[in-house]
């Protein structure tokens, strides 16, 4: 993607949340996100212009693109997108800083992922967290793994140590 591209959709997400934070509910419906793209006055209240035509355009794409996947609002993205900043920081670093406890990656199927299972499937993980597709490549979360058995990586079947081990056992 070009520099020119990621600055043009940095702004127009940057306009998504200028029209969120003007809408009254809680949970930011994108239908209504995009019917004010689609409103010349709503637009206008919030200062845009006829320059404005492409960014406005692509929000409009963005919007529609999310209705498309099932997404029905503003927080629904932002969770998947705090997801895919979760996995990528598991990538970097699976272990929970200060301590070195075990971070473990969840997948929405229940099962988890070694980091450098992650890392080798950002791809396909990325994409099935985005567009929500059930094909066992959809992340949930992170979180540290604090006691009990060894996890086992879903992928390659490496054991993922817990930071105390097996209560009982000493």
Known sequence: ??????VMIVRALEF????????AEVEKPLKAIREALEDGEALAYLGATD???????????LI??????????LGQVSKRNETLVKVREYIRNPVAWPGGYPVV???ADGECLCSKCA???????????RDNLRDGWQAAGTAIHWE???LVCAH?????ESAYGIPGDE
């Not at 390659?156 to 993922?160: F, G, H, L, R």
């Open 51 to 61: 320059e404005d035509q492409e960014l406005i355009e692509l929000a409009h794409d």
């Open 105 to 107: 990656l969840y997948m």
């Open 16 to 23: 998504i949340d200028a029209i969120g934070s003007n809408l």
């Open 119 to 129: 890392k080798e499937n950002y791809r396909l993980i990325s994409q099935a967290t």
């Open 1 to 6: 993607m070009a520099g020119t591209e990621k």
């Open 64 to 73: 529609t693109n999310r209705l498309k996947r099932g997404l029905v609002t």
């Open 156 to 160: 390659c079947s490496t054991e993922i």
């Open 148 to 150: 009990g058995e060894p």
